[in-house]
């Protein structure tokens, strides 16, 4: 069964355990002046971003149909059955196309370094098939951030929704948004106030350009034919008139 | 001679010092991309991962090379003999602009050591991965049209019978590969509709891009052919000109049009009235595409080469606009960031340019790319059906 993690806005206090252990389990440094950056880098793959009253957590989303994945040349970036969106950075050719086409400015690049790689969470892949749970959900001490089962963990947050009505926006973020995530977060205010990208197509982001390239077979075949023929005709009236033209 | 040769020298001289110093500063940009990374020579970051390298170099140069693909289907697939004469020198341009795209390619990438890897991993529902397979198919295909050019310099006549026997099939591949190639630039930003600003974000940006890369093709071969005539004193042909400036014409006329009925079946003239940056550069690519077509229906126009290479350079801007836009300026406010080029981007992509120029003048020396520059053309189309069988008019 495919796994998710449910992010609970409400819950959250902000002290940053899941950003330590994600540190920990990628063997990056931790510190206060890497805790007070509030954006992911290749140095930080997860955060807490404060937003007035309220906080949030930036991560992978770990799409169930992933544009990174779809756009990578080399298929550096697969999405596993269990859920996670894993990297081998050893097919991994720096071109970027991930990071152009995350519709949630996931990925992030090893910039200054010679041999770069590209760098995202990958929902723990390692740790949940070996049963564990994600670092970030196992240290979280107010269960803000929970790691399980996706169908148990939407059951979960509606259960939640329904209990508090008040306390949440009645909405789930990660149901439908292009095509629906693996990661989910639930908040008090409306999702913008809390920096979630609004303006995504609920469809999945691959078909756009599969749309476009399944096409191509048929303009190969269809042009070959077309182009062939027009050649065919074309000489065929350059041959008649050389044949003709001594005679003039 | 003597006197016009004297004339000559100087200005030559003030551009090889422009020349060396945009490749010396190459070289200090190329040493810090080696030995710094791209964060030391670029201003690329994670919320702006594409920069110049890839909205100029690539998106730019393959399209300012379409005029190969263009001439190669007007002459040899729809038999229109008479644009022969440039297609030499398109075929040259579109040559070396895919090397430079390639040579870009090889600073942009984060990995250059792994630019094979696309073809042995593949990804077939990757746009990227087509485009890797369009470059270096349709690089060898252009090598081998350019092939002929080398072996009549060096008088080799059996390997020249032998690339004439392929060279139909060779052409249609490589007619389609551009196409596909073209279009898939396009096809490369329909992921994404949250980012790039709806005035250029349209499903139909691969048949844009498309068409697109015709015109500039056309233009560009127009462009070439007046700097070859002064670089290498030949008389200019004027009536040949004039004839693909028709063309020219049409296509953009066919362009405009599309990008019309494309923002009115998306509803999205309304963000014209909005005071914004996109507005702006929106309006600015637009006029240089209009203003040239409409001068162009003017047999005046047509007929004087001043105004005929003025237009032509407006096309070519209003291209590189639109790839700009595309590529860079339309994604800066759905990305959230700012990005401006670092001097090392442009330097490089300076020196790209040219060397592009410079290789571009020494073949145009040294080898057989300009045929007509015989006073008998009657003379130079008999010669040219005995070299080249295809040649039949
Ligand atoms: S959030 Fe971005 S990086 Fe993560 S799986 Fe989705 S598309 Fe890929
Ligand atoms: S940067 Fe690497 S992982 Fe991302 S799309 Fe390119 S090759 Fe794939």
């Excluded at chain 1, 544009?67 to 040349?73: F, G, H, I, L, R």
């Excluded at chain 1, 399944?214 to 269809?222: A, F, K, N, R």
């Excluded at chain 2, 295909?141 to 006549?157: A, S, T, W």
Aim: hydrophobic residues 45%; positive net charge.
């Amino acid at each position: 069964m495919p796994k998710a993690i449910l992010y609970d806005s409400t819950l959250c206090i902000g002290c940053r355990a899941c950003e330590g252990a994600c540190a920990e389990r990628w063997g990056l440094p931790y510190n206060d002046k890497i805790a007070a950056e509030e954006t992911i880098s290749a140095h930080k793959l997860t955060t807490i971003v404060t937003h007035g009253d309220h906080f949030c957590r930036r991560l992978c989303m770990n799409c169930l149909q992933p544009a990174c994945a779809s756009v990578c040349p080399v298929g550096a970036l697969q999405k596993t059955a269990l859920g996670p969106v894993t990297y081998d950075a050893a097919k991994c050719i720096g071109c970027r196309y991930c990071m152009q086409a995350c519709p949630f400015q996931v990925p992030t690049y090893e910039w200054s370094s010679r041999l770069p790689r590209m760098r995202k969470c990958d929902m723990c892949s390692v740790r949940q098939s070996a049963g564990k749970l994600t670092a970030c959900a196992e240290i979280c001490p107010t269960g803000a951030t929970s790691n399980g089962e996706r169908d148990a963990l939407i059951a979960e947050a509606r259960t939640r929704l329904a209990a508090k009505p008040d306390q949440y926006y009645q909405k789930i973020y990660g149901l439908s948004e292009v095509g629906g995530t693996s990661v989910f977060f639930l908040s008090a205010v409306p999702f913008e106030q809390i920096g979630l990208r609004m303006n995504l197509p609920r469809e999945s982001m691959p078909m756009l350009t599969w749309r476009v390239l399944e096409l191509l077979p048929d303009v190969v075949s269809t042009g070959s034919v077309l182009l062939g023929g027009i050649w065919w005709i074309t000489n065929r009236r350059a041959e008649v008139a050389r044949k003709e033209g001594p005679r003039k | 001679m003597t006197a016009r040769f004297q004339k000559v020298v100087p200005k030559i001289t003030v551009w090889r010092a422009i020349f060396a110093a945009i490749l010396l500063s190459g070289a200090y940009a190329t040493y810090l991309r080696i030995f710094y990374g791209l964060g030391g020579s670029t201003n690329l970051s994670d919320k702006f991962p594409w920069g110049l390298w890839i909205g100029f170099d690539v998106m730019c140069g393959v399209g300012l090379a379409a005029g190969g693909f263009t001439l190669v289907a007007m002459v040899h697939i729809f038999n229109i003999k008479q644009y022969r004469p440039v297609l030499r020198p398109a075929i040259l341009t579109a040559f070396l602009g895919y090397l430079l795209v390639t040579l870009g390619l090889l600073y942009d990438v984060g990995r250059p050591d792994r630019m094979w890897h696309p073809l042995v991993m593949w990804n077939p529902h990757s746009v990227m991965f087509e485009v890797a397979w369009c470059v270096t198919l349709y690089s060898t295909v252009l090598f081998l049209e350019f092939l002929p050019i080398v072996f009549e310099r060096f008088g080799l006549h059996k390997p020249l019978e032998w690339i004439h026997r392929i060279s139909v099939p060779m052409m249609i591949l490589g007619v389609l590969l551009s196409t596909l190639h073209q279009s898939s630039l396009g096809t490369l930003f329909l992921i994404v509709p949250e980012k790039l600003y709806p005035l250029w974000y349209t499903p139909i940006l691969p048949l844009l891009f498309f068409v697109s890369a015709i015109g500039v093709g056309l233009a560009m071969t127009i462009f070439e052919s007046w700097h070859s005539s002064r670089a290498f004193g030949r008389a200019l042909e004027l009536p040949l000109l004039a004839s693909i400036a028709r063309v020219l014409a049409v296509v953009m006329s066919v362009y405009l049009w599309i990008r019309f009925l494309d923002l009115l079946h998306r509803d999205a003239f309304g963000l014209l009235l909005r005071n914004r940056t996109e507005t702006w550069l929106f309006l600015l690519e637009i006029a240089l595409a209009l203003v040239p077509t409409a001068l162009l229906y003017q047999s005046r126009i047509r007929r004087n080469p001043a105004a005929l290479y003025f237009c032509s350079v407006m096309v070519v801007f209003s291209f590189i606009a639109n790839r700009l836009n595309v590529g860079i300026t339309g994604l800066e406010a759905g990305s959230g960031t700012h990005y401006i080029p670092k001097w090392s981007e442009i330097a490089v992509t300076l020196s790209l340019v040219a060397v592009g120029f410079a290789i571009f003048r020494v073949i145009g020396e040294h080898f057989p790319v300009f045929e007509a520059h015989s006073a008998q053309p009657e003379l130079v189309r008999t010669e040219e059906r005995e070299v080249d069988p295809l040649a039949v008019g």
